[in-house]
Structure formats: C-alpha cells, structure tokens
C-alpha cells in the first residue's frame, strides 16, 4: 500500500531553517504530484507547496514564497521542503500529500494519499 513519511521537523529559533523529507513507497513516485500542508492548533489544513511531477513546477502558498522551497528526487521517491527565515507563525504539523495528475492541486481534497505528519515548533 502506499506510505508517505515525513521527518525532520522539530524545535528551531525563530530565523532559522529546517529541512523536511518524505520518503514515498507503494506507488510510482514520479507519476504523482507531491503536495506539503501544514495545520495549526486550531486551525484548518492549509496549502503550503507543490512540486510537479518531473519537478520542474513548483507553487508556494504567499505566506511562505520566498521563504521556503520544496524539491524532489525521483530516484529515491522523496520530496524535500527547505524552510528558511521561520517565523512563530509557521508553526504547525506538516504534512506530504500525493496525487496521481498533471496539474499542481493546491487544495487539501485533491490529494489522495497523505503522510502522518511532522510538527515544527518556531520559538520566537
């Protein structure tokens, strides 16, 4: 069956940079869009990156363009986001989403598959 994990979250300094991984298996990694969302306490689920499935297209949320940067390596089915300049606000379990598709969905219910989830605490 198909398994996304994520890692590499945990506590940093507001300012600082953190690098998450999530490492697919069950499905044919390149055929899939990869999707990063964060939620909050509280909070919806909410967009933050995209990358196409070659890894051409990417699409950030505007709260974090600029500041975060996610990439992928169809060799060892994982995807990457690079967050840098963390703010208080980021704050929040990440999650690594899958679909099958040729465009980049930002929506959480367009993915079909989904990772546990990888909190990231920023202190101010």
């Known amino acids: 069956q198909v398994q996304l994990v994520e890692s590499g979250g945990g506590l940093v300094q507001a300012g600082g940079s953190l690098r998450l991984s999530c490492a697919a298996s069950?499905?044919?990694?390149?055929?899939?869009?990869m999707g990063w969302f964060r939620q909050a306490s509280g909070k919806e689920r909410e967009f933050v990156a995209a990358i196409s499935r070659r890894g051409v297209s990417t699409y950030y949320a505007d709260s974090v363009k600029g500041r975060f940067a996610t990439s992928r390596d169809n060799a060892k089915n994982t995807v990457y986001l690079q967050m840098n300049s963390l703010k208080p606000d980021d704050t929040a379990v990440y999650y690594c989403?899958?679909?099958?598709?040729?465009?980049?969905?930002?929506?959480?219910?367009?993915?079909?598959?989904w990772g546990q989830g990888t909190q990231v605490t920023v202190s101010s």
């Open positions: 989403a899958a679909q099958a598709t040729v465009g980049i969905p930002v929506g959480a219910s367009q993915y079909s598959y």
């Open positions: 069950g499905l044919t990694f390149s055929s899939y869009v």
